[in-house]
């Protein structure tokens, strides 16, 4: 199955390509998905140690099973808005 | 409720004044703009990118959640991306209510919330160099840890 991968913020700046459609195996989640693409990415960062991410927009857990044609999205800390520091 | 992601220069007056309606006593405004240092390092600009779709989905999930936990009667949210200068307005939250407290509560609520959970981020460009700023943790409910991605056997290695 075929799962298009999209990365934002500093995660930009590991992978040449905003969007990307990954080749997984059927039954993959997304604990998987995110080691694959650690993998390939194009050098290391603490960022995966904080990640969210969204399966078709909603967030989701690392043991989501993923299906065909899913939209996941990779997502560091945001940081919308303006700082407020309390 | 007014939900906005917008490339333009946010209407601040415009939308004020389009909140306001009669059983309103009060209308509560953040205005988050781009300040002109991080931590003492001189900001040029600011470019601010989102999860466009997704960002919009969550703002208009958060307006319902705080218009019924602060029962507050309007919301108008409205976010701008791209590139901002100093001074420019990033975020505007706006909130009705009857009486002035629900108010106070309810955009404090917004913005700290929507600073976790709406997946917008920002690049700063100093004088000496750019930045994706640090945003803050995720909730614990939707953020991930690396290692609960690592099967146990791994773990053993």
């Given amino acids: 199955m075929q799962v298009t991968v999209l990365y934002f913020g500093m995660l930009k700046d590991l992978f040449p390509d905003e969007r990307q459609p990954i080749e997984l195996a059927d039954g993959e989640t997304v604990a998987g998905l995110l080691r694959l693409s650690q993998e390939h990415a194009s050098k290391q960062s603490d960022v995966w140690m904080a990640l969210a991410v969204a399966v078709n927009r909603e967030y989701a857990g690392v043991d989501t099973v993923l299906k065909d044609g899913d939209e996941v999205a990779l997502l560091p800390p945001v940081s919308g808005g303006c700082e407020v520091v309390v | ?157």
């Fill in chain 2, 1 to 157: 409720m007014r939900i906005e992601i917008t490339d333009e220069r946010i209407a601040t007056v415009e939308v004020l004044d389009g909140i306001k309606a009669g059983p309103d006593g009060a209308v509560c405004v953040f205005d988050g703009i781009v300040r002109n240092n991080t931590r003492g390092r001189q900001t040029l600009y600011l470019v601010y990118e989102a999860y466009r779709e997704m960002a919009l989905e969550q703002m208009r999930a958060l307006a319902e959640q705080a218009a019924a936990k602060f029962g507050v009667r309007d919301i108008a949210l409205v976010h701008r991306l791209g590139k901002l200068e100093v001074g420019d307005t990033s975020v505007l939250i706006a909130v009705a209510s009857a009486h002035r407290g629900v108010t106070f509560e309810a955009c404090r609520w917004l913005i700290d919330t929507l600073k976790k959970t709406v997946p917008i981020w920002k690049k700063e460009y100093f004088i000496d160099g750019a930045v994706w700023a640090d945003g803050e943790a995720f909730p614990e409910e939707l953020g991930l840890r690396l290692e609960e991605t690592v099967s146990p056997d791994e773990k053993k290695v």
